[in-house]
């Protein structure tokens, strides 16, 4: 099977007048059909929100369309929670799903309201002591545990996973909660990530539910909501077949049927903090090939490295590449795709069946909309990529300008130096 890119080499080339490789292109039509679509999909569950999970593409511009698809955001830091006040969220809208907590951020997420989702039994306590009272909505992170498998063959190991409480600490943890005076309570778990089947999230569900329906018969807890959390995946490579939401949400939908209506919690209200999925198709680098190397292997040189895209280097993370202007030729050349950092692990691509390539062709690394930008950072003294959005009318928006030397230089006490060295620092 062919990936396609969402742009073509005439698109990029009219770009790279305005704005130079590398960037980050997002297609606002690729995220609003997925959006429409999962809305559409999960419309029989009633109280059903999907919370964004903000660290996957942390812009506020894309935070704003999904505003308009009635989702909230899914924070893991203060800076996440700033954002999300600062666009207008509301208390209800913000899921606070945060581990190893500082009490400042518990604070923070209290002050706005937000749906706070305790990452551990000792967390309870924490929280009352810094709010001086526990919130009137809370949700608690359950792990199972062991080993978690799916007929398919996808699997993960929850019990080497530091988030969440054991099934034990989770009963207990609701107990107290009740005493306590809590009204509204939620249960959050994430067990797999990037699962490339439609069965992972009604097997979640399942195990959530079965523990709903316990909680109410053994502690007199009623859950009001199920978070399925983050973990639908994408297919990073040709082969791979997408997810089908519509299939996820009959899925969803049968186990609360089943297991939710006899025991008189039909009202149950679902939701999750899907990131991958909403933004990692619609999203791509652009890099230009600035060298070839031919030594014991051939090299390809491009100006984007792993400080634009961690996952790589950091995983092994297959992403998919197309030489823009050669989509049809034969992919008969075997490269190294690699970013110039002083870092042997900075190649988007090892071994690599590609077409010819030649300086100055333009790559478009795939997949890259969720957890790409997001985990920039700034090794060798690299600056963040601009980002850029392919607007529904075809225009381009840049949502985030490029990193300046003045930026990685902001957090000295050095700025006066600055003016005095000959450089143009916002042009380099
Ligand atoms: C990372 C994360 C998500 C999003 O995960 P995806 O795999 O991108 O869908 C959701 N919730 C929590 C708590 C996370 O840490």
Redo the contacts with the bound molecule.
Sequence with gaps: MQKKPFITKEQVEQITKTYPTPFHLYSEQGIRKNASDLKKAFSWNKGFKE?F?V??CPNPYILKIFQEYGFGT?C?SMTELMMSDALGFKGEDIMF???DTPAKEFKAAAKISATI?LDDFTHIECLEKTLGHLPETLSL?FNPGGVFKMSNGIMDNPGDAK?GFTEQQLFEGYRILKEKGVKKFGI?S?LA??TVTNEYYPKLAGILCDIAVRLKEEVGVELSFINL?????IPYRPEQEPNDIFAISRGVKKVFEEKLEPAGLGDMALYM??????T?PYGCLVTQVLHLKHTYKEYVGCDACAVNLMRPAMYGAYHHITVLGKEDEECSFKYDVTGSLCENNDKFAIDRMLPEIKPGDYLVIHDTG??GFAMGYNYNGKLKSSELLLKEDGQVQMIRRAETPRDYFATFDFSDVLDNVDYDLENL
């Design positions: 919370y999970a660290k996957a899914d893991s799903s945060s581990n989702n992170r988030y959050h994430f990530s990037n959390s983050g973990g639908i995946g903090e899907s990131g991958r999925f909403m990692g969720a957890h």
